[in-house]
């Protein structure tokens, strides 16, 4: 029998996962919503150490082809990343650890709202994270490029984890 690669596994587990998503599209850009109380903090989480995550703990990522400059996740990506919407006025709050001056958002080109972006990086969601402080999608090579957690200090912490019986981005 034949291990399944990485990229090939991490395919078929989003694909699990946006099936499993009470209408796949919908869930996405229901969970993309603007929220008048948008927070970005830090957590410890296990292997990583401190990184960003939503005021509810859910761990945010940024993707490498973003350049620390633009949004280049599409429709498809983002049913997968989640962007991190920003509330109406554009600005997240930092709360335990995050640094405001950090903060900004970007125009988000597939339907026009604010992303939430942190020393540059436009952020989002795994939607294989389940529970807070969760970091399946570190150092997964999917929709066109790496995911990476980033640093209170907005750096890229590309730290290989193990996902299951294959480890992606080592």
């Known amino acids: 029998m034949r291990r399944l690669t990485g990229s090939f596994a991490s395919a078929l587990a989003v694909a699990a996962a946006i ?10 850009r229901s969970r993309s919503q603007p929220n008048p109380a948008v927070e970005i903090g830090t957590a410890s989480v296990p292997k990583l150490g401190r990184v960003l995550v939503t005021g509810h703990g859910q761990v945010l990522y940024m993707f490498a082809p973003d350049g620390r ?3 280049t996740c599409n429709a498809a ?4 990343w989640p962007p991190d919407v920003a509330p109406r006025d554009g600005m997240a709050k930092a709360i335990r650890g ?13 339907d026009g709202r604010r992303i939430v972006t942190y020393h540059g990086w436009p ?3 795994y939607v294989l994270d389940k529970k ?3 970091a399946e999608g570190q150092n997964v090579g999917l929709s066109g490029g790496f995911w990476w957690v980033l640093t209170p200090a907005g750096k890229v912490n590309q730290t290989p984890v193990p996902h299951g019986a294959y480890e992606e981005g080592s």
């Open 123 to 125: 952020l989002y969601r």
């Open 19 to 28: 099936a499993a998503t009470a209408g796949g599209v919908a869930g996405a």
């Open 98 to 110: 995050a640094k405001q001056s950090l903060i900004g958002s970007d125009r988000n080109p597939v």
């Open 69 to 71: 400059s633009k949004v």
């Open 77 to 80: 990506c983002q049913k997968i």
């Open 132 to 134: 807070p402080h969760e």
